[in-house]
């Protein structure tokens, strides 16, 4: 083991809240292509990663919304045309390295004869990396979930899309962030979601952060939860909560979570601002919550940090265990 890797798990050998404090460690990682002289450059990517590791993509998309990366969540190859794609870089990135979902992709690809490179801790992506010469970036088995991962795996995407001004950006955020700072508000919104159901709304631009809060409550918290973008939810969700007596008793569990971004589009803060009072009159909750920080990533990781604060005190709430993901587990058996 490296001794760069030793200091990762040693830092991350601990609680849920210590990963979530350790989380500007991350931006330390310096990703190192291995292979290296066998990645090509490319100008349109496709990524395949389930759950916590294909989260880093839509991250990367925010900060630059011209990044060519196409994201699929399945087996096999997504049905994408030659002329696009027919010179992409293929990306299989799973954390533990062992998806079923992605060492399939990762196959058909090398079969087809695409550029591939891969992005894993370890496990048969690695293994099948090595065995055929293909570039590769081994991030650091800290024994943390992929989804409190996401540093490790958006520098190695960002390394593997050549893109060395954004690896350098947030390489800054190791001495920027400052997680401890934000847990009293996560705890405060945790307090005000007890005993309902989160639903996330964000503009179309930042849905990879809305989604990425989902996720934290449905791994973390252990509940359910929901999210939905501007402005298409003004043309269809939003009328699911236009409550009349017969359906009110359905809608009394819902909490409504807004991230607020000084960035959008006037004309969404409009709606947002719109439907918060719409709601709050049919008497539904709304918590606006603004993504702040001086740069976008900044503003990212934040607001992330912030979700996994509300998402690990909820879990203390409700006496959950907030890092293991035993149904996950207990399905990936169940369908050998």
Request: charged share 25%.
């Amino acid at each position: 083991m490296r001794p760069a890797f030793f200091l990762f798990r040693k830092a991350y050998n601990c609680g849920m809240d210590e990963t979530i404090k350790n989380i500007a460690t991350q931006f330390n990682f310096k990703p190192i292509v291995e292979n290296e002289t066998r990645l090509k450059p490319a100008d349109s990517f496709v990524l395949c990663g389930m759950g916590g590791s294909h989260l880093a993509a839509g991250l990367l998309k925010i900060y630059n919304p011209f990044l060519d990366i196409y994201i699929h969540r399945d087996y096999g190859l997504p049905p994408l045309s030659k002329k696009r794609f027919g010179k992409a870089l293929f990306i299989a990135s799973s954390y533990s390295g062992n998806t079923e979902e992605v060492v399939d992709f990762a196959e058909n690809a090398f079969a087809a004869r695409h550029d591939l490179a891969v992005i894993a801790t370890g496990g048969r992506l690695i293994e099948f990396a090595r065995r055929n010469g293909l570039p590769y970036i081994k991030m650091p088995d800290t024994g943390i979930q992929p989804r409190n991962a996401l540093g490790f795996s958006t520098l190695s995407l960002a390394k593997l899309t050549g893109d060395d001004d954004t690896l350098a950006e947030l390489q800054e955020l190791g001495s920027k962030l400052r997680p401890d700072g934000l847990k009293e508000q996560g705890e405060t919104l945790a307090e005000e979601l007890k005993g309902k159901i989160p639903i996330v709304y964000s503009s179309r631009a930042n849905l990879a952060i809305a989604y990425n809060w989902k996720i934290k409550f449905n791994e973390s918290a252990k509940i359910p939860a929901f999210y939905n973008v501007f402005p298409e939810l003004n043309h269809n969700e939003m009328n699911g909560f236009d409550i009349a007596d017969r359906t009110k008793e359905l809608s009394s569990r819902f909490h409504f979570i807004f991230l607020e971004d000084a960035d959008d589009q006037p004309k969404i803060m409009r709606r947002m601002e719109v439907l918060a009072k719409l709601y709050e009159e049919r008497g539904l909750p709304v918590k606006v919550v603004s993504i702040a920080g001086e740069t976008i990533f900044e503003r990212i990781f934040n607001t992330l940090i912030l979700a996994d604060w509300v998402a690990l005190s909820l879990s203390k709430i409700y006496g959950t265990e907030p890092a293991q993901v035993p149904m996950v587990e207990e399905f990936k058996k169940l369908i050998v």
